[in-house]
């Protein structure tokens, strides 16, 4: 894809890269780009560093807020044709700049972060320089926090690919320079990676490449400008899992061989102070509600999708109330894997219906979740999950079988 740049620093080559990702961004990069540059000159003074903004042809005056932030490290600048937006195409423009200027290693961290601290370019690229190949973030949150991570993407890859990494679709990260060629070759590079999808596009290539793969603690949470978590709900779901669903078409060979998970190193947990937190509140009536909406809208579609003892089985949750609510992990497992060999059997014109029917399921899980945990603390709830993975773990066999 044809990029634009602006290279006033004549910068050929570069031991590090931190990549600043960007659509309309003026008012909060220039924040990002102070500390990212701070952390830099910090943590990493010896070597030669860049800083780009990998931007959607911003009108709001992103550039002239991300040259004008204060702070010393040499700064590039690329943008998408006007009219091209998604993170993904930032990325792909990224993945090309770093395999010219031969990095050898990459921090992506997002540009409307309110509270990313210069350790945190410490602790994505310090383990890639030690010999890591990828590195996920781990941030402290609430229980409530990215449900989708905790019921979908988490149980699902680690069920996959055999690794634990707990957050793996976060939007930042930490890669080696090698590792943009093998983005690049990727045989898919659809819609929803070019959009929502890349994250998790990158994280489960990273898993299937057998590249070493570490998960970084952060100390605190990811604080965000405020924005409406259901604004993009429904394209936020079904770009994640139909890049999920494609990527276990092209590592099918890899993913039914693993049997097991295993943990993932842990870097940075000599971390003094960990914040608290973001309280995350959850409208139980309404996704209570919005479960039976999505029965009675796509219950007609299940049968064609699901084994013969699933069906049944939502009609029992779809007649309880609210008060007893409660949505089985091993029931959810058997959708998910019923749902990846559905989408993997049919035409592309069919898969958005079946995406469509999944996410009343998800959000009744989320219900469950919900009613489950609630008076259990943090580190409770993170166990409750751990449980839920195990399951997932303990039904792939049935995964394995009907996929074939």
Known sequence: MAFYEENPHKIDSADIVAAIPSF?????????????????????GHLKSVIINCDNHSSDGTKEAFFSAPGQVPRMYLSTPPGVRGKGNNLRNLFEKVRELRAEAVVVIEADVKNVQPLWVKNLAEPILKGVGYVCPLYVRHKYEATMTSSIIYPLLRCLYGRRVRQPNVGDFGFKGK??????????????????????????????????????????????????????????????????????????????QVKWSKPTALFGTDVHEVDTPIPVEVNAARLHERFLEGYDEHSATWPRIFDQTVVPKLQEIHGMGLQHFSFPT?????????AATAYHKMNASERGTLLDSLLPLYLGKVLSFVKKTERMS???????????????????????????
């Open 24 to 44: 309309s961004e003026a008012e909060g990069i220039g924040y990002v780009v102070e500390q990212v540059d701070r952390g830099l000159r910090e943590h990493f």
């Open 179 to 256: 590792l943009a060629e093998v983005f690049l070759d990727s045989p898919v590079w659809t819609e929803a990676v070019q959009n929502f999808g890349v994250d998790i596009w990158m994280t489960n290539i990273a898993l299937s490449s057998r590249m070493p793969v570490c998960q970084s603690f952060m100390g605190g949470p990811k604080v965000h400008r405020v924005k409406d978590p259901y604004a993009h709900l429904n394209v936020l779901f079904q770009q994640v899992l139909s890049t999920i669903f494609d990527l276990m078409m092209v590592y099918a060979d890899f993913w039914k």
């Open 330 to 338: 091993q029931t959810w497992a058997k959708i998910l894997f019923d």
């Open 378 to 404: 943090l580190q409770q709830a993170e166990e409750y999950i751990e449980n839920e993975c195990t399951i997932f773990e303990e039904n792939k066999p049935y995964l394995v079988k009907v996929w074939e």
